[in-house]
C-alpha cells in the first residue's frame, strides 16, 4: 500500500518543489560561451517577451530583449548570475509568474546562467 502511494505521489508530482517547467536536470557543462549569446536570445523571446516587450511591457520593464539595456539598469550583472535579478528571479521559479506558460526549462536557466558567466555579450 505504501509503494502504491509513493508511486502515485511521483507519478503526480506531490512534494516537488522544482519550478514548473524546470524539473529536468540539465548538464550545463556542455554550455560554451561561444554562441550562448544568440541561444540568450531565444530563451528570452520565448519566455519573457510576451509580456516585457511592446508599449506596455509588465512592471514597467521592456528591455529583456535589449541586452545592453539589461546591464544599464542592473538586470543583469555580467559574469555574476547571483547578481543578476533577471537571473535571480527566473532560477527561482517567479518569473515568468506562476500558471504562465511556457515555463523556462532547466537547460533554458542554465542557459541564461552561462550567459551571464561568459560575461553577457550583447545580443
Known amino acids: 500500500m505504501l509503494r502504491?502511494?509513493?508511486?502515485?505521489?511521483?507519478?503526480?508530482?506531490?512534494?516537488?518543489?522544482?519550478?514548473?517547467g524546470n524539473d529536468e536536470?540539465?548538464?550545463?557543462?556542455?554550455l560554451e560561451c561561444?554562441?550562448?549569446?544568440?541561444?540568450?536570445?531565444?530563451?528570452?523571446?520565448t519566455n519573457c517577451e510576451g509580456c516585457h516587450s511592446g508599449d506596455n511591457p509588465k512592471a514597467g520593464f521592456g528591455a529583456v530583449m535589449n541586452a545592453a539595456k539589461m546591464i544599464e539598469v542592473g538586470k543583469v550583472t555580467p559574469e555574476n548570475p547571483e547578481?543578476?535579478?533577471v537571473y535571480v528571479r527566473i532560477e527561482n521559479g517567479t518569473m515568468p509568474p506562476s500558471g504562465r506558460q511556457p515555463r523556462p526549462s532547466a537547460r533554458d536557466v542554465a542557459v541564461i546562467k552561462t550567459w551571464i558567466?561568459?560575461?553577457?555579450?550583447?545580443?
Open 4 to 20: 502504491s502511494l509513493c508511486i502515485l505521489a511521483v507519478l503526480v508530482g506531490c512534494g516537488t518543489s522544482a519550478p514548473e
Open 25 to 30: 536536470p540539465f548538464d550545463d557543462s556542455a
Open 34 to 45: 561561444e554562441g550562448i549569446e544568440v541561444q540568450a536570445r531565444a530563451v528570452f523571446a
Open 83 to 85: 547578481a543578476s535579478p
Open 117 to 123: 558567466e561568459c560575461g553577457a555579450e550583447v545580443f
